[in-house]
């Protein structure tokens, strides 16, 4: 029993303990040593590392502007802009944006949708119509407006069409995502009144059905950009009349048109003053609607204006 030997060694957390034959003890102690110490060694210093890295003093702002200009954000990671698209509706999303125009309330609108799904989201102008239905926002007149000015900026552009789809899809641009990602929230103002031209109501106009949307307008010029009351009225009837949505035109009804559809201030005694001194232009018969006033139609020279000023402004 004299070469009996009990022995404990203890490293940290790591314990050994033998008890036995001297021989074996010693033999047992020395394959601990040289294989089990060395790699709790190692695991011991790597605990000490950690622990001292996290008494390092925090990054500076500097550092941390420095680190976000380093690795930019992905455009279509939700985990870039921390939105939980299980807890976000599009309403709440627009809201950290604060006041949008109807133009950047299109493309954020876009963009939450291309958010939600993680990758390019394609668009329409019915696409449109559904964000401001679901935003709780009062329809604009015009969506199809909205959309070519966005291209026309470069905020968006078209999307791959091969088999030629009605309508036309849309895909935010990489400005359009440089735009988005760069912006800066307006502060929310009291709103004030939009001033609207006088119009006749709705009901009292035979064209209070149209939609600018069902007009195909990018087949022809704005209506704003024409520079007399005459070419605005001619080429109102001629692209209502091509759209076949329409012949017949009481001066009221062009009115409306202009105002209510293409957004354009116009004036009743403009329209009629351009029946009247006009009259090669025009063909003229009493209302079946409205007994005490005429209606119109173009002519052939009048088709031939609103033809040439197409071909001018196609040119341009």
């Known amino acids: 029993m004299e070469n009996q030997l009990k022995l404990k060694i203890k490293i940290g957390q790591v314990e050994f303990e033998a008890e036995g034959d001297a021989n074996a003890v010693t033999e047992q102690r020395d394959v601990f040593i040289q294989s089990i110490v060395p790699a709790a060694s190692s695991f011991l210093d790597k605990i000490q590392s950690i622990e001292t890295a996290r008494t390092i003093e925090p990054p500076t702002n500097n550092q941390i502007v420095q680190n976000e200009t380093a690795a930019p954000a992905l455009p279509y ?3 870039s802009n921390n939105i939980d698209c299980s807890r976000t509706n599009l309403v709440s999303f627009l809201n950290k944006y604060g006041e949008l125009s109807d133009q950047d309330f299109v493309i954020f609108a876009a963009y939450y949708y291309e958010q939600k799904q993680e990758s390019a989201y394609v ?3 019915e696409d449109v119509k559904n964000f401001y239905s679901e935003a ?3 329809p604009y007149c015009n969506n199809s407006d909205l959309l070519k000015r966005l291209v026309q900026k470069g905020l ?3 999307a791959p069409n091969e088999t030629g789809k009605i309508p036309k899809p849309y895909v935010i641009s990489q400005d359009g995502l440089q735009y988005i990602n760069t912006y800066t929230p307006k502060e929310k103002t009291e709103k004030k009144a939009r001033k609207v031209p006088v119009s006749k109501k709705k009901n009292e106009s035979n064209y209070a059905f149209l939609n600018a949307d069902e ?3 990018s087949k022809y010029p704005a209506i704003k950009d024409l520079k007399s009351s005459k070419e605005k009225i001619i080429m109102t009837m001629y692209i209502v009349t091509s759209e076949k949505k329409g012949t017949w035109f009481l001066a009221t009804d062009v009115e409306f048109i202009v105002l209510n559809v293409f957004n354009e201030h ?3 005694k403009q329209v009629q003053n351009t029946f009247d001194q006009n009259r ?3 063909a003229k018969r009493k209302s079946e609607s409205n ?3 005429n209606e119109y139609r173009l002519l052939s020279g009048a088709t031939n204006i609103a033809e040439t000023i197409i071909s001018e402004n196609t040119t341009k």
Do not use: Q, Y
Request: charged share 25%.
């Open 77 to 79: 990671s939700n985990a």
């Open 123 to 125: 668009f329409t102008v």
């Open 136 to 138: 709780r926002r009062p």
């Open 156 to 158: 968006i552009m078209d």
């Open 215 to 217: 007009l195909n307008l």
């Open 266 to 268: 116009i004036t009743l």
């Open 280 to 282: 090669d232009l025009f």
């Open 291 to 293: 007994k005490k006033a």
